[in-house]
């Protein structure tokens, strides 16, 4: 079974910047194969993809997190990272991770971790 282990969220202050780290563990031939995003998901707001990286560097953004946040993969650590730069309160929420096999199944999620942006 493949789990996602999530770290890195915290407490900060407007303006300031976060690194997330989503590792895989479990026995997983070729990380490259996975389609690996992030999500998030405020208080009373539905989930919303923030960012993903399909391909080596075939990346997307939500236009909330353009200019400001960063999507990157490490295949040989089997890790996907997300740097939050200039933080606003309202992306404070619970941010999980996602990977998808392309060769089929369903939706692996990490546990989650709060990022809350506050003076």
């Known amino acids: 079974q493949v789990q996602l282990v999530e770290s890195g969220g915290g407490l900060v202050q407007p303006g300031g910047s976060l690194r997330l780290s989503c590792t895989a563990s479990?026995?997983?031939?070729?990380?490259?194969?996975?389609?690996l995003a992030w999500y998030r998901q405020a208080p009373g707001k539905e989930r919303e993809l923030v960012a993903s990286?399909?391909?080596?560097?075939?990346?997307t953004y939500a236009d909330s997190a353009k200019g400001r946040f960063t999507i990157s993969r490490d295949n040989a650590k089997k890790t996907v990272s997300l740097q939050l730069n200039s933080l606003k309160p309202e992306d404070t929420a619970v941010y999980y991770c996602?990977?998808?096999?392309?060769?089929?199944?369903?939706?692996?999620w990490g546990q989650g971790t709060q990022v809350t942006v506050s003076s």
């Open positions: 479990g026995i997983i031939f070729s990380f490259s194969l996975y389609n």
């Open positions: 990286i399909t391909g080596a560097v075939s990346t």
């Open positions: 996602n990977a998808r096999d392309r060769r089929g199944g369903g939706d692996i």
